[in-house]
């Protein structure tokens, strides 16, 4: 860069120059495009700290230019430009030292100050004396972690001498206390991105495994070592040189993709969002092929940010029990030979532990063994991590470390912590190769909040709560089937294995399925465990795919699932492992709806499945007749008649007491039965079923297409339809069932806006008011993505009735659009099942032609080619 650098200096303006601001704004504006241009091929490091001394150089320029030089005040950097580094969009802070406050007042430093934002410089500054910035120092631990990194620019030698000196055997805080806060300081930084570095728009500052974490581990070390120089904690012990490089290398990773994140935004930003990861991705060299990229790029983003992680977890933990608390270090108990507990926490006894593979593995079945050890001593995380660099091949290779993994898999315990400590630490990923090939793995959508590994980990952990007396009650039924399980490691098994085949082509679940199958093989599991095992691999997607997507009020989408089933331990297996993946794949994608839609279908197979006959089949007018007794019971306790009980019944279809619960039956019909004909329409909002989501019944003279009118109103109100039931009477009567949540995934229980909705569902009904229509942008998030629309017909064998699945962008209004669009083409709607997968809306819909037939093929291809031009257009 020498040559290039000399060739830059040649737009220095000359000293000779008229001092103006608007020379050095072009010197800064030739050396952005000048480090923009270099930041291809330039190491990074260098480029930083190139920038920072480029500064350095303008600012004491400056400095003599305001003729400071002459006057006891000193210009010291602080913060990240105290560290010598510099990136494009970063503040510049400043700490203007003056000996006293009558120097302040008889120098030019506002003027100053001002002349560094005329340049458009980000300048942070403060103006004290030395004994204000201890006293500053003192009250807030962020002033005192500036100072500990500041560096002179220019000014005074004396009062430099005097700041540094005062700085060295003055500083407020002791190590204990200065470590302490910072600790306390990145737990609650952690905790505002829930406590895991899997973050869809990471803040590649502040996120767990970020530059602070790195920063952290630097500033607590040279406060109790006193030094400046990052290479002088290998000297004091504190880091090996291997793990000194390590972390080097993590952080100019992480500086790349914070320079390349500045100059695609073009100012400061540290989160990266949706909205710059391709451009971003296309500067770091990944290539111009937008989702591929960006996901490359983030796999390595988490890798780095994993080793951060743990490099920082037992860096910490090495500075507080080795330098802090040493004594603590002889409080042990010995488990054997190899292995003792200090602390709670597992710690090797000698320094070849490792050299045997097998124990790698053994010490987490320790762990599984002794429930009062909550971690992993730092000196032991040392020795795993160097012995886990030294590995040739896969430890799954090894026969006594198979042997331990099933141990550790089959212990009650073993899929507890010790299993978390396990992933934490990669020691999964050097057992499984194929685990290996999904650290880091994302995808970039709205819908998997984590990456693969990440997911699988969490849903292995969720499999474990069924069974741990922590999270008793959370779960009832999956508690329940899961204690009766006798082959339980098949589940953890299924667990690990249900996106191991992710990202290589192909079918994931078929492939996972062989992994599984070749794992028991090599494992000598049974052949009925690896035929459960691989059996849920391969379906582990069918439950949650039928409960959401299809009619789990059909018989026949029922007994399909039932036939693919096939058992009742099939049946529980494959209940516990869905439940455990949809809560694990992104945290906001639970509720009580979801469990309602599995526990029912769960309990109609079951009912199918313990059916003693070669070919259960099941039976629609027996669950008709309970549901009509369980209401008519509920209505006689209420006081009314039944012959006014069963007049009103007998104008409804079978079709609605099967569909709906006793409650349900009960709640609609005393409303109905006390209805006059000028209080049409009734609407009804409520949750008699405890579902923990909002159901708005409508029940109205059949004008047509009221559901268009009815989700143009719930769209406008912020409403969310999860599943609608649109029934006919008799005699000319529609009751519609809808299925609501709030754009927050809460119930709507606030009395006055379930009136609100209520009034303006009433106005719009009796034509007082238009239908309103959406005219929302999309989301800065659903910007970033594209979903080509798709009409997809379903094979049905019911003559009045055609089914069809949508997937297009998740766009506001998208359920009251399509209802317009079948009103515009005569097409009646008879039942909705809403499904939002990330970005993607895949929605089911059941419609009929205006005289209740199913649609010709003319019909669907009309519909079809309406839908696609509407959304796409």
Excluded at 19 to 32: C, K, P, Q, T, V
Aim: aromatic share 10%; hydrophobic share 40%.
């Amino acid at each position: 860069m020498n040559t290039e650098q000399a060739d830059f200096y040649a737009h220095w303006p000359a000293s000779n120059m008229p001092f103006e601001a608007g020379a050095y704004r072009d010197l800064i504006a030739h050396y952005h495009r000048w480090s923009e241009g270099h930041f291809v091929t330039a190491d990074i490091d260098e480029l930083i700290h190139h920038r920072a001394q480029f500064f350095d150089q303008l600012l004491a320029e400056l400095w003599q230019r305001f003729e400071f030089t002459n006057e006891p005040m000193a210009l010291i950097a602080v913060g990240g430009y105290g560290r010598h580094t510099l990136h494009p969009g970063s503040d510049i802070d400043l700490l203007i030292l003056v000996d006293c406050e009558d120097t302040l007042a008889r120098c030019a430093v506002s003027e100053f100050v001002t002349f560094l934002w005329d340049l458009h410089l980000d300048v942070g500054h403060s103006v004290r004396t030395v004994a204000q910035c201890l006293s500053a120092a003192a009250e807030d631990i962020t002033t005192a972690t500036n100072l500990i990194e500041s560096r002179p620019i220019t000014g005074d030698d004396a009062l430099i001498r005097e700041y540094e000196q005062q700085l060295l055997s003055e500083f407020p805080w002791s190590s204990r206390d200065f470590y302490q806060a910072k600790l306390d300081e990145q737990k609650q930084r952690h905790q505002q991105y829930h406590g895991t570095s899997y973050n869809l728009e990471p803040n590649i500052k502040s996120s767990p495994g970020g530059l602070r974490d790195i920063q952290t581990i630097g500033w607590i070390a040279k406060r109790h070592f006193q030094t400046h120089s990052d290479e002088s904690l290998v000297e004091f012990g504190y880091m090996t040189a291997d793990e000194f490089v390590e972390l080097r290398e993590c952080m100019n990773w992480l500086w790349r993709i914070r320079f390349a994140l500045h100059l695609e935004v073009g100012k400061r930003e540290d989160r990266l969002l949706f909205d710059f990861q391709p451009g971003v991705a296309v500067r770091l060299g990944y290539g111009n092929e937008g989702k591929h990229s960006v996901e490359l790029m983030m796999k390595d983003y988490f890798k780095v940010v994993l080793r951060v992680s743990e490099l920082n977890q037992m860096l910490l933990q090495f500075f507080q029990q080795a330098i802090l608390s040493p004594q603590d270090l002889h409080h042990t108990v010995d488990i054997d030979e190899h292995f003792a507990i200090n602390q709670q926490l597992l710690s090797a006894r000698h320094d070849e532990v490792f050299n045997d593979h097998s124990q790698l593995i053994r010490a987490f079945v320790i762990i599984a063994e002794h429930p009062e050890i909550e971690g992993i001593h730092s000196h032991t995380i040392r020795q795993l991590r160097n012995a886990r660099a030294q590995l040739n091949e896969p430890l799954s290779y090894d026969a006594d470390c198979r042997f331990w993994f099933k141990r550790l898999i089959e212990h009650p315990a073993g899929c507890g912590r010790a299993f978390t400590l396990m992933h934490h630490h990669g020691v999964i990923a050097s057992y499984l190769p194929q685990w290996q090939q999904i650290v880091g793995q994302m995808q970039f959508d709205l819908f998997h909040a984590y990456t693969v590994d990440e997911h699988t980990f969490r849903l292995v952990r969720n499999l474990y709560r069924f069974s741990d007396p922590e999270f008793a009650g959370q779960f009832p039924l999956c508690e329940e089937r899961v204690a009766q399980m006798t082959r339980r490691h098949c589940l953890y098994l299924a667990g690990i294995f249900h996106d191991i085949a992710k990202g290589r082509g192909g079918d994931h679940s078929e492939l996972g399925a062989m992994d599984a199958s070749n794992f028991c093989l090599q494992h000598r599991y049974s052949q009925d465990d690896s035929d459960l095992i691989s059996w849920l691999v391969e379906h582990h997607l069918t439950m949650s795919v039928t409960a959401q997507k299809r009619d789990i009020h059909d018989p026949e989408v029922v007994q399909e699932f039932a036939n693919i089933v096939d058992t009742v331990e099939r049946l529980d297996f494959l209940y516990c492992l869905t439940v455990a993946d949809i809560r694990a794949t992104n945290h906001s994608l639970w509720n009580n709806w979801k469990a309602t839609l599995l526990e029912e279908l769960y309990n109609a197979t079951r009912y199918l499945l313990e059916q003693n006959s070669s070919k259960p089949t099941l039976d629609v007018r027996d669950k008709i007749q309970q549901n009509k007794a369980n209401a008519m019971a509920l209505l006689l306790s209420g006081g009314y008649e039944k012959q006014a009980i069963l007049a009103l019944w007998g104008r409804f279809t079978a079709d609605y007491f099967f569909r709906h619960t006793a409650e349900q039956i009960s709640w609609h019909s005393q409303h109905i039965l006390q209805l006059r004909d000028d209080e049409l329409p009734l609407i009804l909002i409520g949750d008699e079923n405890n579902y923990g989501t909002t159901e708005l019944f409508v029940y109205h003279h059949d004008e047509g297409h009221l559901f268009a009118a009815v989700a143009g109103v719930l769209d406008s109100q912020q409403l969310n339809i999860l599943d609608a039931q649109i029934l006919a009477t008799r005699d000319g009567f529609v009751m519609d069932t809808f299925v609501l949540l709030q754009r927050n995934g809460k119930p709507l229980t606030e009395a006055r806006r379930i009136e609100e909705v209520k009034q303006h569902l009433l106005d719009v009904l009796h034509k007082r008011r238009t239908v309103p229509k959406n005219n929302r942008p999309l989301s800065r998030r659903l910007k970033n993505f594209s979903v080509k629309t798709q009409v997809n017909f379903l094979p049905v064998k019911h003559r009045g009735r055609t089914t069809f699945e949508l997937v297009a962008l998740d766009r506001p209004g998208l359920v009251a659009r399509l209802a317009a669009i079948l009103q515009r083409l005569d097409v009646s709607l008879l039942a909705a099942k809403i499904t939002t997968i990330g970005e993607q809306a895949e929605d089911l819909f059941i419609v009929s032609s205006n005289r209740g037939e199913a649609l010709s093929d003319e019909q669907k291809l009309a519909l079809k080619q309406q839908i696609i031009n509407d959304l796409d257009g």
